[in-house]
């Protein structure tokens, strides 16, 4: 049988982690790279091994030798390269947020339908061995029901004044930062395992740096040199840089969520508990191979990852051994894995892993909490 033939639209971070997972899988074959222009397409695809380098995404689209094509674009342009992918009638994997409101994410889930194609949004924690395991724990009853849920996602990449990308601008990241970026990730996990979608919330968001200073000169030109107050421009700041989030679900139960990109040493950390009627489940993706499992009546436990402690339906997602550390790679494997699995076999059935309407969910709850901050009041998600 012919491989599948993918194509990937950027190359910053993303791009590369996803040309890597797709040659793991063993029958996908990255033939295709589009940037902004055909300079950097060409030292790109040369640097990845790719065969052939586009300076426009319409481009690569076009191209007759690609099947599968992944949107790891700017946050600005995924609704318009998206609708460009369904367009062509060709699969589709994006990267998240799906676009820029819940208008233009509803359109493509409405798009993707029509057209027939396959289609996955890059929620890769869903995909830990770990979090597989938590959801078949809650969907075997052994938790009983859901009481409460509580966590957050801290990072200090932005903690300084000096510290600026294009996320901080809502031109091009969006009216929501921290919330958008990683507390979408924190709450596509959550729902994933409970299986519980957030109704409602109360939400209050704050702005560290009113103003940042944003370099005006691209940074690697002061390579080796300190920057003075001359090398910065002042540049207002209208999205957040942390929120508290409270919730309720559709089961009933209540939750809270810490978002910050302004806590010192904290590099990555998603973490969260899970209190159901049986027991607790506690989780942090930056020690992603141990869950704490917490008793009433008995003694505690942590499990380590390992496939033949855990559920049958999960081992598929843990590929070494029990004590061999398995972390953020796996993530976006174990989705690939999923998304060209379901395409090989012909897309039959409901797929079981992230799919554009999940994308729309997690705009909506972003939306809604935008509306609650502005309203300082409880506000019900519009999905």
Partial sequence: MQNIRAGIIGSGMMGPIHTEALRRLGYVDVVALAEANPELAKAKSQALHIPKGYGDYRGLIADPEVDVVHNCTPNAVHFEVSKAIIAAGKHVVSEK??????????????LAAKAG???????????????????????????????????????????????????????????????????????????????????????????????????????????????????????????????????????????????????????????????????????????????????????????????????PEVRPFAHYPGGHPEGYSEGPYNLFQNVYGYIKAGAKGRPTFSTFEDGHNEIAICEAILRSSRARAWTPVAY
């Fill in 97 to 110: 947020p799906l676009a820029s409101d819940s208008k233009q994410s509803s359109e493509l889930v409405s």
């Fill in 117 to 311: 194609v396959v289609n996955a949004i890059h929620f890769n924690y869903r995909n830990y061995p770990l979090v597989q395991q938590m959801r078949a724990m809650v969907k075997a009853g052994e938790l009983g029901r859901l009481f409460l849920m509580h966590g957050s996602y801290l990072q200090d990449w932005l903690i300084l004044e000096t510290d600026y990308n294009w996320r901080v601008e809502p031109a091009a990241g969006g009216d929501s930062r921290a919330v958008a970026d990683i507390g979408s990730h924190w709450f596509d996990t959550v729902q994933f395992i409970t299986d519980d979608p957030v109704v409602e919330v109360m939400a209050d968001l704050t702005i560290v740096h009113k103003t940042r200073k944003k370099a005006k000169a691209a940074v690697e030109t002061f390579a080796g040199k300190t920057l003075t107050a001359d090398d910065y421009a002042d540049v207002p700041v209208a999205t957040e840089d942390g929120a508290h989030v409270l919730f309720h679900t559709k089961s009933g139960a209540t939750g809270s969520m810490l978002v910050s990109q302004v806590s010192a040493g904290r590099k990555n950390r998603l973490s969260f508990e899970l209190d159901y009627a049986k027991g607790a489940l506690e989780w942090n993706q930056e020690e992603p191979n141990t869950l704490w499992i917490g008793r009433r009546a008995t003694a505690n436990q942590s499990l380590i990852k390992d496939g033949s402690l855990m559920h």
